[in-house]
Every structure is written in C-alpha cells, then in structure tokens.
C-alpha cells in the first residue's frame, strides 16, 4: 500500500542551528499537509502544498514540494526551543486518505 | 469558537473488553477522521466520515468500527481489545472533504489495554 516516510525519525539540535526534515511518498501526492505536534499535545497544522514545485515560507520555516509531488521537505532557520516537537507530513492520496510520515522528532538545546 | 472535543480523555481496560469513543466537531465541520497513535507506529489512519457515510477506511480489523451522526458527531469502537489496541486515538475534523481541508485535532483519547 502507499506508504509515506519520513527522516530523520530524531533531530537533536543546538538553539541557532538549522533543522530540515524529510518526507518521501511511494506514490504521486494529489497534495501534502505539515503539522506540528508538541509533546503531550494533539498534532497542529501548519501548512499546505499543492503545486509541483510549490515552495512556502512562514517566517523561519520553509516548505517545499517536489517536482514530482513524490517529496517534500521542512526546513527552520535558526532554531528555537519553541521550536521542539514533532513534524509530521501528511500527504493525501489520490483516493483523499491523509497518509501521515512516520515524523521527525526534535529536540533544541538551549 | 470550540475546538474538537472527544471524550473519555483516558480510559482502561482489560483484554476482550470494547470501548466507544466519542468525538465532537467543530460546528459546521461535516468530515470527522480518526487516527491511532502510537509510539512505534506514528498516526495510523482508521477511517473518515462525510455526512453520515464513510469515505474512506484504513487498514485496521474489522473490530475497529465508526459511525457518524447527523449533527456530525462521530464515535468509533473497538471490540474484543486487545493488548495492541493501547493508543492514542484522535479524531480531527475538517471544514472541506476531499483532502484538500486542514484536520483541526482534539487532544485525543488515551486506551490503556491491560
């Protein structure tokens, strides 16, 4: 079946330095989702990518889907401790399950 | 304006035993899915409801079942639990089906199996 993964599975980071986060489908995205889930929390969203190609940036963060909409990334300038949680991609599939990566967990050094 | 709701937040139970979960979704949000969670697995998708019928279904045994109500409430249950059913087990609920509506989460509802 279609399978999403995700790497790294943990990111311990000093504060400042940067974060990317990998997801990688089995099968084409009709589009892809990011949420955030602090811990002990309820996974959060965080944006949505659409286009091939589509790159998105919310002030430290930048997202990007492939050109293949196969693939997308997450990238965080300059980390923060605000910053900790855990990343999860969600792409959706042709037939709308939201199919969620493993996650990215990270952890930010003070 | 409330968030999803889902109750019980925490429940135990023995093996053999079933549960019913409830979720509430935010008003005028007619797609509801569930989730389970767990530490090795990730978000695992059970199923999702539109307007009363279910759209889509993950690959979960046929103990795991849903169902939803007209006011788009949605309950799951699980029958005959076992001791791998413990989880976190969220609903989320979307304002646009189809995947293209971001999944609002409740904060879940944690099944201890014992």
């Known amino acids: 079946g279609q399978q999403v993964m995700q790497i790294p599975q943990y990111q311990h980071v000093q504060e400042g330095e940067d974060f990317t986060t990998y997801c990688n489908s089995s099968?084409?995205?009709?589009?892809i989702q990011w949420y955030k889930q602090r811990p002990g929390g309820h996974p959060v969203f965080l944006i949505q990518l659409v286009k091939s190609g589509e790159v998105k940036k919310q002030k430290r963060l930048t997202f990007q889907f492939g050109e293949a909409k196969k693939n997308s990334s997450l990238h965080i300038t300059a980390t923060q401790t605000t910053d900790v949680g855990t990343y999860f991609c969600a792409g959706i599939s042709g037939t709308y399950k939201y199919i969620f990566g493993t996650g990215t967990r990270l952890k930010v050094l003070a | 304006k409330a968030g999803v709701t889902q109750t019980p937040r925490y429940l135990i139970k023995t093996r053999g035993q079933q549960v019913t979960l409830s979720c509430s979704p935010i008003?005028?949000?007619?797609?509801v899915s569930w989730y389970q969670q767990t530490p090795g697995q990730g978000l695992q998708f059970l199923f999702e409801?539109?307007?009363?019928?279910?759209?889509n279904k993950g690959n979960f045994p046929g103990r795991f079942s849903g169902r939803q109500f007209s006011n788009s409430r949605s309950e799951m249950n699980v029958s005959t639990l076992e001791l791998g059913d413990s989880a976190l087990y969220l609903c989320?609920?979307?304002?646009?089906?189809?995947?293209?509506?971001?999944?609002?989460f409740g904060e879940g509802s944690r099944l201890t199996v014992l």
């Open positions: 099968t084409t995205l009709s589009n």
């Open positions: 409801y539109f307007s009363e019928t279910q759209r």
């Open positions: 989320a609920s979307s304002l646009r089906d189809r995947g293209i509506g971001e999944l609002f």
């Open positions: 008003s005028g949000h007619r797609s």
